[in-house]
């Protein structure tokens, strides 16, 4: 069980009891103000005992809470949304959604990994896993971009890449690196958001940009918390201490140079306003895409390369 939905169930309880007051007042003509204003006080008392401070590991929870904001939502609120489809190779992997956007009347190439919202989608978007198709297809939009002169776009929220058997037969660690490089060598600016789980190269091959940024409650990682515990302790419950240790939260990030901006969301997480939350990314987007636009092309390259470059380097 998500460690943050079991914790939101008493603030659901008292949500709905306040609710239900509010409804009640209105038809009768009791005065109620004191007890909900006092309800409400107790509400936000809860929530900032809850989530005020979180730890790593809540962090993960929340990253991969059910009804949090997904790739396909910072799509459709973008001014407009054309999908394009396929690697012209072997299919379409639906982890993978891209195509042509308009952001605040910009023409860019949006890209996002999807995990799907219900069990039928979750099956269709393989949880979110890209195959080696789907980074191919990622590859042909970089390709595509540069050649159209259109900005990148990326939303990250991956698990990690597909580890099944036909897509080792497909070739998906060269998918990967391949997909590394097209960014790394595209002749356009490029934002790249961690919107939830950053998990591993499957994320970081959308990643490679000249702005990262990070939702406050997203995580990224070399690996998943489960993983890293069953391959350093050989024990997948202890993946509560491996995510302390693996500092994949956003203000560890920040801290070593990983991402360059942490985009805030509200208290309780990006769920409790999905709406605001994809708005502020999508603001915070145009405006990087604003700043970069100014920098020569060249320039921008030789960034890009040092910004990837220091990564790990001692201080």
């Not at 943050?4 to 409804?23: D, F, M, N, T």
């Not at 070399?222 to 890293?228: D, L, M, Q, R, T």
Request: aromatic residues 6%; contains cysteine.
């Amino acid at each position: 069980m998500n460690v943050i939905v079991e914790r939101e169930k008493g603030l659901l309880e008292l949500e709905q009891r306040i609710a239900a007051l509010k409804s009640q007042a209105a038809q009768q003509p009791v005065d109620m103000s004191a007890v909900i204003r006092e309800l409400e006080a107790k509400y936000a008392e809860i929530q900032r005992e809850v989530f005020g401070r979180m730890s790593a590991w809540q962090r993960v929870n929340m990253a991969r809470h059910p009804k949090r904001p997904l790739g396909s939502d910072y799509l459709a609120a973008l001014d407009r949304f054309d999908e394009l489809h396929g690697d012209r190779h072997f299919r379409d992997d639906h982890a993978i959604v891209g195509g042509f956007a308009k952001l605040r009347g910009r023409r860019i190439m949006a890209i996002a990994q999807d995990k799907g919202r219900d069990t039928k989608e979750k099956v269709f978007r393989n949880f979110g896993m890209p195959s080696p198709e789907g980074y191919r297809k990622v590859i042909r939009l970089v390709d595509l971009a540069a050649h159209l002169g259109l900005p990148l776009v990326t939303f990250v929220d991956t698990s990690g890449a597909d580890p099944g058997i036909g897509s080792e037969e497909r070739a998906q660690a060269e998918a990967i690196a391949q997909s590394l490089y097209h960014f790394a060598e595209a002749r356009v600016p490029i934002v790249a958001c961690i919107i939830g789980e950053g998990g591993s190269g499957g994320a970081l091959a959308l990643a490679i940009a000249d702005r990262v940024m990070m939702l406050e409650h997203a995580v990224y990682s070399v690996a998943s918390p489960e993983g890293a515990a069953a391959i350093l302790w050989g024990d997948a419950a202890r993946a509560e201490e491996a995510a302390g240790r693996l500092r994949l939260t956003s203000d560890d990030l920040l801290e070593f140079g990983i991402i360059d901006e942490i985009v805030p969301e509200p208290l309780g997480g990006a769920h409790r306003d999905a709406g605001g939350t994809v708005i502020r990314v999508l603001d915070a987007v145009d405006a990087a895409l604003g700043n970069l636009g100014k920098v020569p092309l060249d320039t921008l390259l030789d960034r890009r390369f040092a910004k990837f470059r220091r990564i790990g380097a001692p201080v």
